[in-house]
């Protein structure tokens, strides 16, 4: 026996321990960065919670100071309900994850080819509107040239004509200049005239040729010129004065379009070499992008559902309501009531204000008797004497009534059945009473068996008439089978909690005859409710706290 034990505890710690590591690699590792504080944090939470709660578990069996007791509690025990509805929430965030994935991709594959379609229209209207302008500018300064080229040869020319018929100078000095003005153009260097003659660089652009080469002349072999009427060189093309404007132009545009184009090729050459890099960041990105956003909504999640959770305990019992016929019961006892209490549980979280409410619930509904079926408490009677010293303002016309649970049996059961009795309630330990209508009994919890206190059919219902109605006080819904074999009508217990944390209402219907509610196992009928207070985590969700109001109806009435 003690060898399962053993391993029972080393599976327990086992699954434990991969629990947080799984928590700890969702809600930390993926989310935050190496050595940052968040980190840190993170990984000195994931330790010390669990410490926390295993240390909870133990002081209350262990005798622990009951101070220490109490601030262990409240961390401790909330972090189990947490790490619970956190696992739950991130497993159904595992699901979440490739539709994430699948959404980001699309949405980044959208803006990829919208910022490809807005750039495509940019760079044309750029183009469009630098080409026009190149243009515009290229057309001023070829007029310009042109006209300052025209008005030099005009002078010239009208300079030899008045000249020649004044006949001031002899004709020889008149031919000499003549030779000189249509002389000296030809025989200097293209590269000289290239340099001086910035039209001649465009021209030679325009044409194919470097800055630096001599412009072939129209009819002519490369590298000269010939001269025009009016002894000016003529470029290539027949333009006179070596600046023509179609080829001023065609450079201008030839330029700007060649700067647009270098311009586009550097964007999209930039493109092209960011986008190798930039993949594996925005790799980067969408992952950290997932796992935040699953880690924010667990949190979110699992905060809100623990947070109610908690609400439900700490506001007090919802009260119930429910008939059930007997078919032996008279008709003077038909609308008996019993406001029947289980699991109150007090503790070092749930104390004397937890108490009063109960009580305030129960006298609010006048009951002809109360029912206390078993787990009043979670410790000594030293220390929680003070916070279950409310239950002497129960009032009921027949009186209170207790049974032990198993929680007892941990905590002294000796000393709270004495305790109870000096509150004013009336402990059935194996024992019944003959009230007016119908014998009500009591049973000790199974726990007691380790003590020699454990539940005694016989000597609570074996001498009864088995004429009468018979209605049992039975902590666990486990002990229906023998109270069918006892002939007993109506059984009333708790133990169960309804599961108290979903999903372990599952867990608890199966671990029980009824987790919750009124069923019938032959001739006998079973009620469990689902308690007024919570075990460990003071969280209940999905297994509400009640206190029921159970009306005996007679079938003769």
Do not use: C
């Not at 709660?53 to 972090?79: H, N, T």
């Not at 609400?311 to 007090?316: D, I, K, T, W």
């Not at 129960?394 to 198993?406: E, I, M, P």
């Not at 014998?439 to 206190?453: F, K, P, R, T, Y």
Request: glycine share 14%; charged share 20%.
């Amino acid at each position: 026996m003690v060898v399962l034990y053993v391993l029972i505890a080393l599976a327990v710690v086992g699954l434990l321990t991969g629990v947080h590591w799984y928590v700890w690699r969702r809600l930390v590792h993926d989310t935050t960065a190496r050595g940052g504080r968040a980190r840190r944090a993170g990984t000195a939470a994931a330790f010390a919670l669990p410490l926390i709660s295993v240390g909870a578990l133990i002081a209350g069996r262990s005798g622990a100071p009951f101070a220490l007791q109490r601030v262990l509690a409240w961390p401790g025990y909330l972090w189990l309900a947490l790490l619970l509805y956190l696992t739950l929430a991130l497993l159904a965030g595992e699901a979440v994850r490739p539709l994430l994935r699948v959404w980001l991709r699309r949405r980044a594959a959208a803006g990829t080819r919208s910022s490809e379609a807005a750039g495509t229209r940019s760079s044309e209207a750029a183009g469009t509107r630098s080409s026009e302008a190149a243009r515009t500018r290229s057309t001023e300064a070829a007029g310009t040239r042109s006209t300052e080229a025209a008005g030099t040869r005009s002078s010239e020319a009208a300079g030899t004509r008045s000249s020649e018929a004044a006949g001031t100078r002899s004709s020889e000095a008149a031919g000499t200049r003549s030779s000189e003005a249509a002389g000296t153009r030809p025989s200097e260097p293209a590269a000289v005239r290239s340099a001086e003659d910035p039209a001649a660089v465009a021209g030679a652009v325009a044409a194919g040729q470097p800055p630096d080469a001599e412009p072939a002349a129209a009819g002519g072999p490369a590298g000269t010129a010939t001269s025009n009427g009016d002894g000016g060189p003529t470029a290539p093309g027949g333009v006179p004065g070596g600046s023509p404007v179609g080829s001023a132009a065609g450079s201008a545009m030839e330029s700007a379009a060649g700067s647009a184009m270098g311009s586009a090729a550097e964007s999209a050459g930039g493109s092209v070499a960011l986008a190798g890099p930039a993949e594996p960041a925005r790799g980067h990105s969408r992952r950290l992008f997932i796992a935040r956003t699953v880690a924010a909504g667990a949190t979110t999640v699992a905060a809100g559902t623990v947070g109610y959770g908690t609400y439900s305990v700490l506001r007090g019992p919802r009260l119930k309501r429910i008939t059930v016929p007997l078919a032996k019961l008279p008709r003077r006892a038909h609308g008996f009531r019993i406001a029947v209490v289980s699991d109150i549980h007090l503790g070092p979280i749930l104390g004397r204000a937890h108490t009063q409410r109960i009580v305030e619930t129960i006298n609010r509904t006048s009951p002809d008797l109360v029912a206390v079926v078993g787990d009043l408490v979670d410790g000594s009677v030293a220390d929680l004497g003070p916070a279950a010293e409310p239950l002497r303002g129960l009032r009921a016309r027949h009186g209170s009534y207790f049974v032990t649970g198993n929680h007892e049996y941990y905590s002294g059961a000796d000393q709270w059945v004495d305790h109870v009795r000096e509150l004013g309630l009336r402990p059935l330990e194996n024992e019944r009473t003959e009230l007016a209508g119908f014998d009500l009994a009591g049973v000790n919890d199974i726990s007691g068996e380790d003590e020699g206190h454990g539940p005694d059919y016989g000597k609570a219902l074996g001498d009864r008439d088995p004429a009468r109605a018979s209605v049992l006080l039975a902590h666990q819904p486990v002990m229906i089978h023998e109270a069918v074999k006892a002939g007993v009508d109506l059984q009333l217990s708790g133990h169960t909690h309804g599961g108290q944390l979903w999903p372990g209402t599952y867990v608890a219907e199966l671990a029980n005859p009824t987790a919750a509610g009124l069923e019938r196992y032959g001739d006998t009928q079973l009620y469990v409710t689902r308690g007024a207070g919570a075990w460990g985590p003071p969280v209940r969700v999905g297994a509400p706290p009640d206190v029921t109001v159970v009306e005996l109806a007679s079938t003769r009435a």
